[in-house]
């Protein structure tokens, strides 16, 4: 059978549930803690932070399906299904014999796969009668498609944009303003918690962790307003399932398994989505694709972090999570992937990776990056996401193993995003201008000693 470069579901076939990972889980990614009381957070205590069926998902690791409501369906109609794409030049250009093939979440104008769980997180939003929401974007992605979402649903949004990435990136801002959201870069001097992180790191930057802070303190202050976050919650990655649903059921149609699955890890959702389905063929024994995670080398959350009980956000005002962590006083350095910048990990992969089902994770400096992201768009025409070009980087190292053993293994990655707002980071590598920095082991136990003491 000669497989085509583009497998499409039929519209009819895009999933109508989410499929829930923890379901599988033999052990249960660790529950959030209440950091007052060290007692696992109830439901009651996440309802002034957070949506209430979306609550009830974060906290659900029993219910292995949940019904896609009607509304986020047909929104889903209008990008969905993504395309399970076979890399031909790419293999060409490597001489692999491995199969290389990407799914695509990128064709939509946030260019990610965060509208997946926007459009969920805003849905139930609007159907709980609230009139504001709030959130933080990095790299810009998340704020796009959530000034998308909002703008269709019909919802106020504030976002806190990462000031680095504002600064890399003001047409994001465009973007987003053009959709009606109201941006603001942090750490801003609009919240208490944005004047106490520029007090102390003046000049800093920001990071996920300040934007999440700034956005929780927004959301709690205004009336009728939650706050939704875009990664690492499980919620997130039960959204994202769609990714991975729609990956398994492409491949099936041309008769085919991915030997080994590989996505980039910032807090863990594209990755947590991609795989979720075959992670399931994983845990109850049916199949063993080989899993990896790819990270930045300048914010090494799983493969130089500690497993651990961490806040979300610099600000500590979140609820506790176990999950691979650098402290949420870790100031990650400027990188080109805002979107990986986050000093913690997906409580569920954290624990998979853990229990040892997340094979591996690996750690990649930018230039690499680049040059993978460069000869990416060169035999495949997209110009990729720097984020997503960690994955690129994992796949074309898998792909060139191959090459020497001359195994012909099926690879599949998440090219989770486009780079059309990441000219900086193109034009810096082709230039010669991009650095690579590596966090001393002393620049890490700053992070470790505000881990909090559980
Ligand atoms: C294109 C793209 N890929 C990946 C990520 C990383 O997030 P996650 O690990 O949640 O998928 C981001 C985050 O902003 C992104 O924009």
Redesign the pocket.
């Known amino acids: 059978m000669k497989i085509p470069h583009k497998i499409y579901l039929p519209e009819d076939k895009i999933p109508q549930q989410w499929y829930n990972l923890r379901a599988d889980m033999k052990t249960k990614p660790a529950p959030l803690l209440n950091p007052g009381t060290g007692k696992p957070a109830m439901l009651e205590e996440l309802l002034p932070v957070f949506c209430e069926e979306l609550a009830r998902q974060e906290l659900d690791d029993d219910s292995a399906y949940f019904d896609i409501p009607g509304p986020v369906q047909d929104y889903y109609r209008m990008y969905r299904p993504s395309p399970l794409v076979r890399a031909y030049e790419l293999e060409r250009a490597l001489g692999t014999p491995a199969k290389i093939y990407f799914k695509f979440e990128?064709n939509n104008t946030s260019?990610?796969?965060?509208l997946n769980s926007a459009a969920a997180q805003v849905y139930y939003a609007k159907a709980q009668g609230l009139s504001h929401l709030t959130t933080e974007?990095?790299?810009g992605?998340?704020g796009t498609a959530m000034a998308m979402a909002s703008a269709f649903f019909g919802i106020d949004l504030s976002v806190f944009m990462v000031k680095v990435s504002s600064e890399q990136k003001p047409f994001r801002k465009a973007v987003m303003e053009a959709y009606g959201a109201s941006v603001i870069a942090s750490p801003s001097d609009t919240t208490n918690v944005g004047r106490a992180i520029l007090a102390e790191h003046p000049g800093t930057g920001g990071s996920l962790g300040c934007a999440i802070s700034e956005a929780i303190e927004k959301a709690v202050t205004t009336p009728d307003s939650r706050y939704v976050l875009?990664?690492?919650l499980n919620q997130?990655l039960l959204h994202q399932s769609v990714i991975g649903l729609e990956a398994k059921a492409a491949f099936e149609m041309i008769d085919e398994y991915p030997d080994i699955i590989i996505?980039?890890?910032?807090?863990?959702?594209?990755?947590g989505g991609l795989v979720a389905p075959f992670m399931q063929d994983r845990l109850t024994g049916k199949k063993t694709p080989y899993f990896i995670a790819v990270e930045p080398a300048s914010c090494p959350s799983m493969t130089r972090g500690r497993y651990a009980y961490d806040f979300c956000d610099t600000g500590r005002t979140t609820p506790l999570a176990k999950m691979y962590t650098l402290g949420s006083g870790f100031m990650p350095a400027p990188n080109h992937a805002?979107?990986?910048r986050f000093h913690g990990m997906s409580p569920i992969l954290s624990q998979l990776y853990e229990d040892g089902y997340l094979d591996e994770a690996r750690a990649v400096v930018q230039t690499d990056v680049l040059e993978a992201a460069t000869m990416f768009a060169k035999c495949e025409t997209i110009l990729p996401?720097p984020?997503?070009a960690h994955a690129i980087r994992g796949a074309i190292d898998e792909a060139l193993r191959c090459k020497e053993t001359g195994e012909a293994k099926t690879i599949l990655f998440g090219l989770?995003?486009t780079g059309y707002f990441d000219l900086n980071a193109y034009s810096s590598y082709i230039h010669g201008e991009m650095g690579d920095y590596i966090p001393t082991d002393e620049e890490l136990e700053i992070g470790f000693a505000s881990l909090p003491k559980v």
């Open positions: 990128g260019g990610s796969h965060k974007t990095g790299a992605q998340w875009g990664s690492v997130v996505g980039c890890t910032g807090g863990g959702s594209n990755l805002g979107g990986l996401a984020e997503s989770s995003g």
